[in-house]
C-alpha cells in the first residue's frame, strides 16, 4: 500500500463545473497536509495547506478527515487555467519533516 | 530573491558516465531534498539534508551521493549513471531555522536527465 494515495483521473469537467479530489494517507501521526498544483514539464507549486478545521482560498476548499486519514480539494466554478496535475502532499514523520508526494490526480478543464 | 535554482536544465549522459546536479536556495532554508519524478509514480525523495553537514537517505538512495557543505548548496551526485536514473529531478528547499512542519516548501525548475 503507498503511503499517500490519489486517484490519478484524469478527470475531463467542463468549464464552471466543481470537481473534487480525495487522497488517503497511511500514517496517522501525520502532522502536516498540503495540496500542490503541478502543471505540466513544470515545478509542483503550493496550493494550499490543510488545516484541521479545514480551510478556503478562494474556489479552493480543502478539508482533512484525521478519523478516515483522508484529505480532500475541491475547485467550485473551474476554469480552463485550473487544468493541471494536483498533488497531495503529507508529512507523514513527526520531527523529520520529509514530505510524502502522492502520484497525483490529473484534471483538464473543458471549454 | 532567485528562490531555488538548479542546474542544468537537461542533460544527456553515456551509461557509466558520473555527473553532478547542482542546486542553490538564497531563502537561508535549513531543510534541502532531492526528488527524482518519473511517470505515474509521484515524486520519490533521494536524499535529504536538514542543515549544513548533516544529509540522510530518503526513499530511493541507490546510486546517488549528496554533500551539503553550505547552507546554500545541495549538490546531487551520480556515482555511475543507468538508464534507471533517466528520469526528472527537482531540489526543494524548506523552512529556516525553528520553522515548523507546515512551512511551504519550493523548487527548483528541475533537471531533464537521460541516461543512455
Known amino acids: 500500500r503507498k503511503e499517500v494515495e490519489q486517484d490519478p483521473g484524469p478527470f475531463n469537467v467542463p468549464e464552471g463545473a466543481t470537481v473534487a479530489f480525495n487522497c488517503t494517507y497511511s500514517n496517522s501521526a501525520s502532522q502536516s497536509f498540503f495540496w500542490y498544483r503541478q502543471d505540466c514539464r513544470k515545478e509542483p507549486k503550493l496550493l494550499m495547506s490543510v488545516y484541521s478545521s479545514g480551510n478556503e482560498d478562494g474556489r479552493f476548499t480543502a478539508q482533512l478527515n484525521r478519523a478516515s486519514q483522508y484529505i480532500s480539494l475541491l475547485i467550485r466554478d473551474s476554469k480552463l487555467s485550473d487544468s493541471a496535475t494536483y498533488l497531495c502532499?503529507?508529512?507523514?514523520?513527526?520531527?523529520?519533516?520529509?514530505?510524502?508526494f502522492g502520484s497525483g490526480t490529473r484534471l483538464q478543464v473543458q471549454p | 530573491n532567485a528562490g531555488v535554482t538548479q542546474t542544468p536544465k537537461f542533460q544527456v549522459l553515456k551509461t557509466g558516465q558520473s555527473m553532478t546536479l547542482q542546486c542553490a536556495q538564497d531563502m537561508n532554508h535549513e531543510y534541502m531534498s532531492w526528488y527524482r519524478q518519473d511517470p505515474g509514480m509521484g515524486l520519490r525523495l533521494i536524499h535529504y539534508?536538514?542543515?549544513?553537514?548533516?544529509?540522510d537517505q530518503g526513499e530511493v538512495p541507490n546510486g546517488y551521493n549528496v554533500s551539503r557543505s553550505t547552507t546554500e548548496d545541495f549538490p546531487l551526485r551520480l556515482l555511475s549513471a543507468a538508464p534507471s536514473q533517466t528520469s526528472v529531478y527537482f531540489c526543494a528547499s524548506r523552512g529556516r531555522r525553528g520553522g515548523s512542519s507546515t512551512d511551504t516548501q519550493y523548487f527548483g525548475p528541475g533537471t531533464r536527465l537521460t541516461v543512455l
Open positions: 502532499v503529507v508529512n507523514l514523520v513527526a520531527g523529520r519533516r520529509a514530505l510524502t
Open positions: 539534508s536538514v542543515g549544513a553537514g548533516i544529509t
